[in-house]
């Protein structure tokens, strides 16, 4: 029993014992060393992550520059249109819907004291430029446009009275226009009862809505203050936040505001061609010429 005791596995008796003790040291040396061997009896150390650091360093600029090149072509894909601009900053309108909204640059020409075919005495030839900026007709709103300005369809009217139809409307830049003019001819009431009482009097009372002989006239008083209330709304609510320099004067006061500032403007020829071609007066009098 004694030799069978002796007999029990050791794993350094074993070693010692072993016809491959040789070998098996060779191996036990190369694990202790932490270079294990390959298939082929060959040992390589195992790759550190630091020894690949250069490699990374010289692949990290590339990858940096596809990355801002694809941020950045993501923020120009993804900025939106001046149009989608202006159709979330404005109410809902037809005519924002039919993509009329074009912007341009310029400089205001409007130094103090200076020239304008809109401003001076009235003639009728002033008073007929006025007319055609404004006084274009109305257009049709569409049936469910009266939801979409949060409006009640409640007492509307229909476009040419039929209640197929949608609702008849008045873009609101011709009302502003409207009432710009007004307080023009309300400043000038004096000058129409003097010298184109005749004039106005043949069959001009809707290009000059006032009531010349009547100095004191509570229409004409209620129709201005309606349109000064009208034109603080418009501004204060746009609140146009555009610098107006001023520049140095030694004529004067020593100073004087530049009047002629930069703006971004839409441009109004389309919006007035988009008015024309959608005018329900420019529809009823193609219906009355047809038959």
């Known amino acids: 029993m004694f030799k069978i005791f002796n007999s029990v596995y050791s794993p350094l008796s074993s070693r010692s014992e072993s016809p ?3 070998g098996d040291d060779d ?6 060393d932490g270079k294990p061997c390959c298939e082929d009896g060959s040992s390589h150390a195992r790759p550190r992550v630091w020894d690949r650091i250069p490699h990374f360093s010289i692949l990290l600029p590339w990858v940096l520059a596809v990355l ?15 149009l989608a601009c202006a159709r979330l900053l ?7 819907e039919a993509d009329i909204v074009e912007y341009y640059d310029t400089n ?4 103090f004291g200076g020239k304008s075919p809109y401003v001076g005495p009235p003639t009728p030839e002033l008073e007929e430029r006025w007319d055609d900026l404004w006084s274009r007709g109305t257009i049709e709103l569409p049936i469910d446009g009266p939801a979409k300005l949060n409006k009640s369809t409640e007492g509307l009217m229909h476009a040419q009275k039929d209640p197929n139809r949608g609702y008849t409307a008045v873009l609101e830049v011709f009302h502003h226009l409207h009432c710009l003019n ?5 400043t000038w009431k004096d000058y129409y009862a003097t010298h184109m009482a005749d004039w106005i009097e043949k069959d001009n009372h809707g290009i000059v809505d006032l009531n010349v002989t009547d100095t004191h006239s509570i229409g004409d ?3 201005v203050d309606h349109c000064i209330e009208a034109l603080r709304l418009q501004i204060m609510c ?4 555009t610098p107006l320099l001023i520049e140095v004067d030694d004529n004067s006061l020593g100073q004087k505001a530049d009047f002629n500032v930069h703006h971004r403007c839409r441009n109004w020829d389309r919006v007035a061609e988009w008015q024309d071609a959608h005018s329900i007066e420019s529809e009823m009098r193609r219906q009355s010429n047809s038959t």
């Open 238 to 241: 746009y609140a146009d936040l």
């Open 182 to 186: 007004q307080i023009r001819q309300f």
């Open 221 to 223: 008083r209620m129709h």
């Open 90 to 96: 404005s109410p809902y309108s037809p005519a924002m």
């Open 108 to 111: 205001f020409q409007n130094e």
């Open 20 to 22: 491959h003790s040789d």
């Open 27 to 32: 191996e036990h040396r190369r694990f202790i």
């Open 68 to 82: 801002n090149f694809g941020l950045f072509l993501h923020q120009y894909l993804a900025s939106p249109s001046e």
